[in-house]
């Protein structure tokens, strides 16, 4: 019913850009010619050039025979006129029209195609159907994707790698249905904040602009490159763990409930990176293993002030075989020449800078998300205070609800227990959790826009590379 309600929606938004066919084509180049132009000019054709996704193409016409997908009779509410009509409704999508063969796919060129054929040569008529073959998939690859994913671009799609979404199969598997705009948008993130964001974006750019309101420009903006970011975590997961750094939130989705927690993130010039990655193990009552730079830049100076902090933080020195270096004058001024051999290790405690309870995910930048002895700093508005690593408010809690998950329940018991008697132990879950994190600098909260500020200050970048523009509108939205 959601579907189809959407589909109404954006039929009337649109409509007035959609020029009906007077009638069924008729006459059109036979199949076979055209057939054979378009598998010429996929091999050897200049139209090449231009495609976003010419493996994707490919792929797509070799499975099909190289028969036209789009330049076959049709009546006006055929796949080729829904197609132009999905492109003209890009903006309600937070997505350009340059990026669709504005140029070349026009519906005077399509009428011409389907209505006297005989007009329109061959090579033109295959060169319009790949145009508009590409622009659909490149449309499909962006709602799913997004357009500059940093993690998968157009070359690594286009090429399978590491991808389970595959626009060409899609759009070949859906050509037979007679709703190919649900098709087409079935493309996009299942989830509700992307959702709500759409239908917000649908409201501005397509309701309100055909009843001529004048369309807040910043807003626009601002959720059209927080769409963008919702795809480059669109993992299609109905149960997750969601990380937002500017909102200071995390989010449990569970299979039948939501739980919030409060989290601190990284300081702007220590910043917690956005990525995608599963928790698979807990541990109660860790030691820490203190960064580099922080043992390098930070603990260094204060051990050589005061010789008791290390005591006193529980931290010890060792070098790179293990052995412990006696926290003297003498041994941290050497230490401190060559830190690069030597590292610190904190033991559990209640004040232990990892808390109580750790939670692991595989990533590159070696952070982690974890509990915290400083639980003061939760009441704060604004929590960016960590080196990186994200620090949970109810840190048993969570973990807990994993274990609930996992079909261990029996065991929250056991994890209480560890962490009050700073008993080291871990707890693998069958189920891994999908953990994303985010920077969402907005949100969809009653049907409204909620802002929640840039700290990290990149909204602005990405405005430019999405409008092409360097005066951005959406920092000019305020709480």
């Known amino acids: 019913m959601k579907n189809r309600t959407r589909i109404i929606l954006w039929y009337f938004s649109c ?4 020029v009906s066919p007077r009638a069924m084509a008729t006459g059109l180049a036979a199949d076979s010619s055209l057939s054979a132009e378009i598998r010429n000019q996929l091999q050897a054709g200049a139209v090449k050039q ?3 996704f010419p493996k994707s193409v490919a792929r797509l016409y070799a499975a099909n025979n190289f028969n036209a997908v789009w330049i076959k009779p049709q009546r006006d509410k055929g796949p080729a006129w829904q197609a132009l009509l999905m ?13 669709y063969h504005p140029d070349e796919l026009t519906y005077t060129q399509m009428h011409a195609m389907l209505d006297t054929p005989g007009k329109v040569s061959i090579p033109l008529q295959a060169r319009y159907d790949i145009l508009l073959t590409d622009a659909i998939l490149n449309l499909m690859n962006n709602l799913h994707y997004g357009k500059l994913n940093p993690e998968f671009p157009a070359s690594r799609i286009d090429a399978l790698t590491g991808t389970k979404f595959q626009a060409d199969a899609a759009l070949l598997a859906g050509m037979g249905q007679k709703d190919l705009l649900s098709v087409i948008a079935a493309a ?3 989830d509700k904040l992307y959702r709500a964001m759409q239908w917000r974006m649908h409201m501005l750019e397509g309701q309100l602009q055909g009843d001529c309101y004048e369309i807040p420009e910043a807003e626009v903006r601002k959720l059209a490159i927080n769409m963008e970011r919702l795809r480059w975590s669109n993992t299609g997961d109905s149960v997750y763990i969601q990380v937002n750094i500017p909102s200071y939130t995390l989010i449990y989705r569970a299979p039948d409930s939501l739980y919030r927690f409060k989290v601190v993130v990284g300081k ?13 193990y807990m541990t109660t009552a860790p030691e820490w293993k203190v960064p580099a730079k922080i043992f390098a830049r930070e603990l260094l100076p204060k051990a050589k002030k005061d010789t008791a902090f290390l005591e006193n933080n529980h931290l010890a020195i060792y070098d790179l075989k293990g052995n412990f270096v006696q ?13 690069a051999i030597y590292f610190a290790r904190q033991s559990a405690g209640c004040d232990n800078a990892l808390g109580l309870l750790v939670f692991r995910f595989a990533n590159a930048y070696d952070i982690y998300l974890h509990d915290t002895p400083e639980q003061a700093l939760f009441k704060r508005k604004e929590r960016a205070f ?6 949970v408010e109810q840190a048993e809690k969570l973990g807990s609800l994993l274990l609930s998950y996992d079909g261990a329940k029996a065991r929250t018991g056991l994890l209480h227990r560890d962490i009050t008697t700073y008993t080291k132990q871990n707890f693998v879950l069958k189920k891994p959790v999908t953990i994303k994190i985010t920077y969402l600098t907005c949100m969809i909260k009653d049907g409204e826009l909620q802002d929640f500020g840039d700290p990290y200050q990149l909204d602005h970048s ?6 092409g523009t360097d005066l951005p509108l959406s920092t000019s939205l305020k709480k």
Not at 271 to 279: C, F, G, H, Q
Not at 327 to 339: C, E, H, Q
Not at 386 to 391: D, K, N, T, Y
């Open 87 to 99: 492109i003209d409704c890009v903006l309600q999508f937070g997505l350009s029209h340059a990026d």
């Open 327 to 339: 926290p003297t004058a003498a041994n941290l001024a050497l230490v401190s020449k060559t830190p």
């Open 188 to 190: 996009q993130p299942a």
């Open 50 to 52: 231009k495609l976003y």
């Open 15 to 18: 409509l007035l850009l959609l």
């Open 462 to 467: 990405l405005e430019m590379a999405m409008y």
């Open 386 to 391: 960590s080196h990186g690593c994200i620090r």
């Open 268 to 280: 702007p010039e220590t910043p917690t990176p956005t990525l995608v990655s599963a928790i698979t």
